[in-house]
């Protein structure tokens, strides 16, 4: 029994709220299902329409007894604050929606002129709220909103908020404004007031993203909500009706979240809610989101019999201005078709050790036009606001393709950022024990307070090292200037030293993979020539040909093949049981095996 008000106030009041709120809307729910339940499909669509019963079934159940992921809810908290927590640059990216994807989603409907000025007044309105809408408003008991009379505003800023109310009202009465839905997956609601000390450490590691994704939702509700109340006044030049206005409202909310993705698992893809789904695809219910919306689209452009020439014009204005923002903010690395031509090219056209599509296009466009206007300004965003890659990536730096095992790639995103989160802790750890005490402490700490720390004056590796080097300390890019130094605390890598390493790791790539080949074909010779397979010989040889006309600086020769033949007849005189000891041990490895045969032989 703890004898203080205040803290009863606080917990249990607070928790008795939820819970009078939760039994509420659990009855309301059940009548729902009850309703879909009763509804006759129609004749023509009855599989389509069992199906979206199933599914709606599905997220009522989950919505009205959300199963307890407690696992997977600690690792991702422990994903977030290592990644995006106390991360500048992830919440400075994550505003670049709004320009990246919203403007030219709506103004592909309502106009791009009208589009940029809707959206930089509810910037202002928005700010000047202090990224809270609803906290400028006054609820009723009805649960009308009406604006506060005692704030100091312009006149004109007034007259919009007032405007804005039924949006408002709708929007927070579905929790839209001032949650997110990186909150609800770190599950920073599911504890009530009695908070662990993870959930706090996630909560405020987590104020930069989760006030960016408010201001993205908030400013997106209100530009097409206002824009679609002068669409439909334009013509009569009249006051919105009530039923102007909802509609609207309805409009404006269905639009961000097509273009913004949920809030709440409840709504998120059903994948996310279960307890693997929510790891692996903790930061991907937005990719999903955005390859739909795009889809979706393409679909509505393409069909002539559902959809009429204005929808299909506004469907093809869309796809045109989402793929021209994108490249001007993350060049034409970042656009979404370009994705998927240059991957369906390295699967089926380009071998492993040849150029894949990227070096070939970067090559001939130069890296300004490939990775967007921000690239020419000295920072590298390209690869965290580009279109592609949104669900499934490559490692960056390990660009030979095919390198990676299944078993590599499929716990790579199963696992999700928890995985990528342990592993680092893992290599953080081996460099502490290993005397690399800066990359230690770098892959110990959140990437944000690592950024932070590489150019920290006196500590940091960026400062102490010259620039930056390799573990042996070989040189990088060393010529790091006090912006790019910034840039790095930050969270933005300079781009001179992303380029390098890009570079080679894709020249390191190249030239593994024709090492491998040439010593592969090599061996495939030896073999086929051991075993007497002269058919295998002669495929060999037409490989090596082909080989050779590929690579005409390391070709294979007949003096290369006799060498090789030699040195492989050497290895297989020098087998020991079928392993190969180094010359310097080979004796003292061979006496410890005759201890084992003694001891083989006593035993029977």
Known sequence: FIPDSLIAMSTKAYDLGRQTKRLEYGAKLKNLQTKIDKLVPPPTAKKSFGEIRQELNKRLNYARNPPSQRVSKALNQGAFIYTI?????????????????????????????ETAAAIGTMSKLVTSAKNNVTAMYDRAEDGTYTLKKDLELPDGLKKEYIKLAPVVQMAAERGLLTTSFTQDVLGLDESGRERSVADKISAFSAIPFNHGERFNRQVTILSAYKLHIDKLTSKEKTQPTAAQKEEAARSAIYQAQETNGGTVLETAPSISQNALGRVAFMYKPYGLQMYYTMLKSTKQALDKSNFTKEERLIAVKQLIGIHATALFFAGVYGIPLYGAISMFFNLFFLDDE????????????????????????????SNRIRLTGLLIQNNRYNQVRGADDIEGFLGFHLGGPALSTGKRLVRGGMDLYNGETRRGIESLLPAGIANMFKVFPGLGRINAEGGYKTRRGDPIYDD?????????????????YTFQQERNSILKGI???????????????????????????????????????????????????????KSHRKTTQLMHHGVKFSSALEQAMKENSAQWDQGLQLFK
């Open 354 to 381: 040849e150029e894949d599509v990227d070096t070939i296009v970067r090559k001939y466009i130069g890296e300004g036009f490939f990775k967007g206007v921000p690239t020419m300004a000295g920072i590298d965003v």
């Open 480 to 496: 790091v200037s006090l912006g790019e130094k910034f840039g790095q605390f930050i969270g933005f890598a300079p781009t001179e």
């Open 85 to 113: 927590g106390f991360n500048i640059s992830s919440a400075l990216v994550n505003l670049s929606q709004v320009p990246l994807f919203v403007m030219p989603y709506l103004g592909a409907r309502y106009g791009y002129p």
């Open 511 to 565: 030239d593994t993979a024709t090492n491998k080949k040439r010593t592969k074909l090599l061996r495939k010779y030896y073999i086929a020539n051991t075993m007497g397979d002269w058919d295998g010989l002669q495929d060999t040889q037409k490989e090596m040909r082909k080989f050779n006309r590929d690579h005409p600086t390391h070709t294979i020769t007949a003096e290369t093949i006799e060498r090789s033949m």
